[in-house]
Structures are given as C-alpha cells and as structure tokens.
C-alpha cells in the first residue's frame, strides 16, 4: 500500500486561493482558471437542471460574470451563507433565467401576436418554473460528485492497483460480486472487505475535504483588511 506525499499541494486551498485573487483584482487572467474550476460544476449542474448544450454553455458564461461583478464585495461568514450556497444561488438564477428564455420563445412561436397585447399576462409568468424546486438538490449532487471524485484520486494512492481495481469494477461500473471475483481470481470476501475498507476511506476524506474547503474559505474569503490602517481618531 502506498503513502501520500505529505507535501502534496491541497486543490482546496489552491481553489480557494484563486478566489482571493479574484476578490481583490490581482489577476484577471484568474478567471481563466475559474472556467476551468467551477466552470465544470455549474455546466453538469445547468445540463442536469434540463439544460441543453448551449443553454448551459451560457450559465457558466453569465455566473463567472455575475461573480466577477459581485465577488469583490462578497463577504464570508458561514453562519450567513457559505460559499457553496452563494454559488449555487448565482448559477440557479442564471438557469432560471435561461427556462424562462426558452418559455418565451415557445409561446412566441406558437402565438406571435401574444406579446403584441399588453393586457394579457405572459404564458412565462403564470406557469411555475418547473425545476426551480429542484435546483438546489440538483447542485448538492453535483457539489457531492465533485467532492466524490476528489475523494477518489487521493484514497487511490492509498491502495494497491489490484484493490482499485476491485472498487473500480463493483462500485463504480457496478459488476456483480461474482464476476469480479472470476475476472481477478478473488474470493467474495477479499472483493467484499476491500470495498469496505475503499468506501470508508472515501467517506472519510470528502468529509475531511468539506471541512478543509470552510475553513480554507473563511482565512482566504475574509474581508481584506489595510496592511497599515489609519489610527482612529
């Protein structure tokens, strides 16, 4: 079994870090980077909120320009709102915006006179966004899957290539127990502990990981304060 280097640099505080940069304006080649982070999350988030391609192409679009106009007055504090949530808030309402694009052009399309009559309320505002209810348990599965995949590489140098292979082919492409054990020439029990032993040491690490993001994210999200702030009085 394999060790990790303890040096590893953490993606959470590079992650973070990236946000700080982009609070304060040092670096606008920093949202480059952010497309490359987030950007990601909030596309796998619009396309499973029923967005298609283009649709969801334009939500990361507009959330990394609604961050970028508001995240310099963002202030961190956990008990008001976590970061997670704040994201999920900028991209929701950008993936609201984008169903009700798409109503308007379909009750344009079937009745193009429609708009023509001030009088008349809008198809858009009288039929309910169908997945703004859904939105935020949409978000929290792919925040989770993320945090997953996080897990996932870190355990893996933690175990044998054999083991991986294991939870690779049970879990994750979901072979039955007996056609593991036939294709690596394992007993159920050896397939069965080392599923245990993986899954728990996934579970471990995304809650070590949720916990190292909140407080990477309250030291690198705290208000900039002045290096030599004026005496009062």
């Not at 976590?82 to 929701?92: C, D, E, G, Y």
């Not at 993936?95 to 009088?119: G, M, S, T, Y």
């Not at 978000?139 to 989770?144: D, G, L, P, S």
Request: charge should be positive; hydrophobic fraction near 40%; charged fraction near 30%.
């Amino acid at each position: 079994m394999t060790t990790m280097p303890t040096d590893e640099p953490s993606s959470i505080q590079t992650r973070l870090s990236l946000l700080r940069r982009l609070k304060t304006g040092e670096d606008v080649a920093s949202w480059q980077e952010f497309y490359g982070i987030y950007g990601k999350l909030v596309r796998d988030f619009a396309i499973h909120a029923g967005l298609g391609d283009t649709e969801a192409d334009d939500v990361v679009q507009e959330t990394a320009i609604a961050m970028a106009r508001h995240l310099p007055g963002y202030r961190y504090d956990p008990k008001v709102c976590r970061f997670k949530t704040w994201l999920l808030n900028q991209a929701s309402w950008r993936i609201k915006d984008q169903l009700k694009k798409r109503e308007r052009e379909a009750v344009h399309r079937a009745n193009p006179r429609l708009d023509d009559d001030p009088a008349r309320t809008s198809t858009i505002h009288r039929v309910p966004d169908p997945a703004a209810a859904d939105l935020e348990a949409v978000f929290e599965t792919q925040w989770r899957n993320n945090l997953f995949t996080a897990a996932l590489a870190r355990v893996k140098e933690k175990f044998s290539l054999k083991q991986f292979q294991i939870f690779d082919l049970l879990v994750l492409q979901g072979w039955p127990a007996k056609d593991v054990t036939r294709s690596l020439g394992l007993t159920l029990a050896n397939v069965y502990v080392t599923r245990h032993r993986m899954s728990a040491a996934i579970k471990k690490e995304v809650k070590r990981l949720e916990k190292q993001f909140e407080e990477a994210a309250q030291r690198q999200l705290e208000p900039v304060q002045p290096e030599n702030p004026a005496p009062k009085g």
